[in-house]
């Protein structure tokens, strides 16, 4: 992780086991971690602590929404913030509705990481991320 500020990630997942892992991996490189297990919970957390999330990692396929729904909510409200979407299905699988809201995300400041993936596909993402914010403040 670059030096400076520590980074602050809010993680959007349903699956409790998905969710330990992206702690564990991210929590180990120094990241600070908000979670979430539903969009109501993410939109809460992320309207409480905005100023200082850098990246929202958001699983597509969530019980109350779409994951996609709440990274675009989310980056209306913070132009600079990083996203990652996660997804165990391939995007041609995904509904219309969700094609268009990914498509409609800052494609600078996107990555589409596909269940499931390494450790260290996933810090490589999110360092990637982190280095853009910190360069490109809001």
């Not at 990630?9 to 564990?24: G, K, N, T």
């Not at 209306?76 to 913030?81: K, R, T």
């Not at 596909?114 to 490109?136: H, W, Y």
């Amino acid at each position: 992780m670059p030096k400076g500020p520590r980074k602050t990630i809010l993680v959007l997942e349903d699956d409790p086991l998905v969710m330990a892992i992206f702690q564990q991996v991210l929590r180990s490189r120094g990241f600070e971690i908000h979670t979430a297990a539903s969009a109501k919970e993410a939109l809460e957390k992320f309207t409480r602590n905005r100023q200082k999330i850098d990246v929202l990692i958001a699983d597509v396929a969530i019980p109350d929404s779409s994951g996609l729904y709440v990274a675009l909510t989310c980056c209306i409200a913070s132009p600079s913030l990083g996203i990652v979407v996660t997804s165990g299905s391939a995007s041609s699988a995904w509904t219309e509705n969700e094609r268009r809201q990914f498509e409609a995300l800052p494609a600078d400041r996107v990555a589409l990481l596909p269940k499931p993936f390494s450790p260290s596909q996933l810090l490589d993402v999110v360092d990637r991320l982190t280095s853009e914010a910190g360069r490109n403040p809001a």
